[in-house]
């Protein structure tokens, strides 16, 4: 599902040069529930990025579903992240100026599907996360544990095969925490969907089928 | 534009108020400017009584002499026309009618200036006047050399007092004219039209009928506008022939049939043979547009640069959920049309109120400007390009973002 070869990532701004990544090779399977730890400033968001196609790696080889990634161009980066990929962030980023619904509609928007089906999945990827109840409210009328099943619902409304987490318990309490990790479970296990995602959390990592651990940029387990 | 769109605009510019009525201040002051210009001109030169015909009217209003030693321009004389447009074929009708001129009228003790055109009697058939009372005076009139004139009515209030004046009489520069008819006044942006007293042209003497240049000015009603190539071939082939007796050899006649914009554009550039003269004024007015536009568009632009880093984790997301740049600059774009058509409606409004204030006052005598759907039409697209105009650079530099950074809230 998805392969990297030799992936190193450089930041370069004007003073300094950072290595953020070294020598990754990796290999997720279709179906997987994997996650990924490591200290602070490791590279993880780095790793996470790059699989989720919102970066280019600096050196090496990545395919996503067979798919090379080194060359293409905007337009079909965006229609593999719109189709294949799902994204839950540790901060939420809901759009605030939309509605709970109008946030899950996002992916759908680009992709052509009608007014009347963009709201029927969005409403039923809304009930999946338990939130049918909340779909005219704005993002700031929300607790975090709200929000984050919002986003939840949002990275799935598309149904793709691949959910990307970075720290999505990272901004809960632990009860919270629990439910969203309980969401990713059932994805994963009921519909097949590969799962990445990263944590601090030892008790999620171990609910995970395998955890792949950095260590200043490079993979040591 | 797909409602999603539209909703989310809407909802942007009601959350950031203090963004919107500054851009909102900037906008409707620009396109006020420009929607006056455009009701300006439209009123000078889109079809209206009693330019009814304004259409398919053409006009000579410069001839040019040129010879290796001397150049001159000025208006036809009666001489040139006869020799040009009268009985042009394909033509529905032909009327000469001079300058506007400054004639005084002598009531009792008063002494009153007023405008007045000496016209031909068929001037009356091309242009549609409303009479008040009585009718223009005819070719009867005009070859029997009766002192004849028609008046506005505001003219008749100023001399006569209201009431019936057909038949009555006034002192025009020390000879009585009796009144054939009463017009309502004409604004002054009608420039064919515009006088307050018409007189005929009179006897035409010997002179006259040998002139070149002169006081007047050619009008030709075509049946249609499809006939203007074949009548303004036919009128270039009659001014390359004309001649007079007193001709030095290599001299050469230019002038030009033109529509009531050409017209216009002709002398303000000072060349009576440039055919592409509309053409060419038309570029101006675009171009002072556009210049015009320019400053409070950058101010605009400005402003929406300094939105990006607000909205940028909005605009990592969309990317993040596969939203392609071309999509997110038709996003932002069509935001910004949605801002500058609600200015350009609010901008229409003070339009209104600015033309009222402009007939009021005397800043421009006899000015009677109006809005029609057509200038709030004009308006409105002038409203639409200044959107894509000034929104365009900022939308395709918030597009270029990247994901990580702008999901960072991150610098450009
Ligand atoms: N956009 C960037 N520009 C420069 N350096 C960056 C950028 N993003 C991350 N880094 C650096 O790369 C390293 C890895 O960062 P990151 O992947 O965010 O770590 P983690 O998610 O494990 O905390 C850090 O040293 C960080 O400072
Ligand atoms: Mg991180």
């Not at chain 1, 701004?13 to 953020?20: I, P």
């Not at chain 2, 009555?168 to 515009?194: C, D, E």
């Not at chain 2, 990592?316 to 600059?329: C, S």
Request: proline share 4%; glycine share 8%.
């Amino acid at each position: 599902m998805i392969t990297l070869n030799n992936i190193d990532k450089v930041y370069r701004t004007e003073r300094v040069e950072t290595l953020a990544l070294q020598n990754i090779n990796l290999d997720i399977a279709d179906g997987e529930f994997v996650s990924i730890m490591g200290p602070s400033g490791c590279g993880k968001s780095t790793l996470l990025n790059l699989i989720g196609l919102l970066d280019k790696p600096t050196k090496g080889k990545l395919l996503l579903d067979g798919t090379h990634i080194n060359g293409a161009g905007d337009r079909s980066l965006a229609k593999m992240r719109n189709e294949k990929l799902g994204f839950v962030f540790q901060s939420f980023h809901l759009v605030p100026d939309l509605t709970v619904l109008d946030n899950v509609e996002i992916p759908l928007l680009y992709r052509k599907i009608a007014a009347g089906e963009r709201k029927k999945l969005a409403l039923a990827a809304l009930d999946r996360v338990g939130l049918s109840s909340r779909v005219h409210h704005f993002p700031t009328q929300l607790s975090g544990g709200q929000q984050q099943r919002v986003a939840i619902a949002r990275a799935i409304v598309g149904k793709p095969r691949i959910v990307l987490a970075d720290e999505p318990t990272g901004n809960l309490d632990s009860a919270m925490g629990d439910e969203i990790m309980g969401i990713l479970q059932e994805l994963n296990e009921k519909d097949g969907t590969t799962v990445v995602m990263v944590t601090h959390d030892d008790r999620f990592a171990q609910q995970t089928g395998r955890t792949i651990r950095l260590f200043d940029g490079r993979q040591v387990a | 534009m797909n409602i999603a769109n539209l909703k989310l605009a809407f909802r942007v510019l009601a959350r950031r108020k203090v963004f919107t009525a500054i851009s909102l201040v900037g906008i409707t002051l620009t396109l006020v400017v420009l929607m006056v210009a455009t009701a300006i001109l439209d009123n000078i030169f889109a079809a209206g009584k009693p330019e009814s015909n304004l259409d398919r009217m053409l006009f000579v209003t410069v001839v040019g002499r040129y010879s290796k030693d001397m150049s001159q321009t000025s208006q036809p004389g009666y001489g040139f026309l006869q020799k040009t447009i009268r009985d042009l074929p394909g033509a529905e009708r032909y009327a000469y009618f001079t300058q506007l001129q400054t004639a005084v009228i002598y009531s009792g003790a008063q002494r009153i200036e007023t405008q007045m055109k000496r016209v031909m009697p068929s001037y009356w058939q091309i242009l549609d006047f409303h009479f008040i009372e009585g009718a223009p005076f005819t070719a009867a009139d005009d070859a029997a050399d009766r002192p004849v004139a028609v008046i506005t009515d505001a003219l008749r209030d100023k001399v006569l007092g209201p009431g019936p004046a057909v038949g009555r009489t006034i002192n025009l520069g020390g000879q009585k004219y009796r009144i054939a008819g009463v017009v309502s006044r004409v604004p002054i942006t009608r420039m064919s039209a515009y006088a307050e007293v018409w007189v005929p042209i009179g006897a035409v003497t010997a002179e006259l009928q040998r002139a070149t240049i002169g006081e007047y000015n050619g009008l030709v009603l075509a049946h249609s506008r499809d006939d203007f190539p074949a009548l303004k071939r036919e009128f270039n082939t009659r001014v390359a022939n004309y001649t007079t007796a007193d001709d030095r050899p290599g001299m050469e006649t230019r002038s030009g049939l033109d529509t009531a914009f050409e017209a216009l554009a002709r002398p303000m550039l000072n060349n009576p043979a440039n055919t592409d003269a509309g053409l060419v004024l038309r570029t101006i007015f675009v171009t002072l547009a556009l210049i015009f536009m320019t400053l409070p568009a950058l101010n605009l632009v400005t402003l929406n640069l300094s939105r990006i880093l607000e909205r940028a984790p909005e605009i990592g997301v969309r990317k993040a959920f596969g939203a392609p740049k071309r999509t997110l600059i038709a996003q932002f774009v069509t935001e910004n049309v949605i801002l500058t058509l609600l200015g350009g409606a609010l901008g229409f409004i003070f339009t209104i109120i600015a033309l009222a204030a402009l007939n009021h006052t005397s800043f421009i005598p006899e000015a009677q400007f109006n809005v029609n759907a057509r200038v709030f039409g004009y308006g409105m697209l002038i409203a639409i390009f200044f959107g894509v105009f000034s929104g365009f650079y900022p939308a395709w530099k918030m597009a270029r973002l990247n994901p990580v950074n702008a999901l960072r809230g991150g610098a450009l």
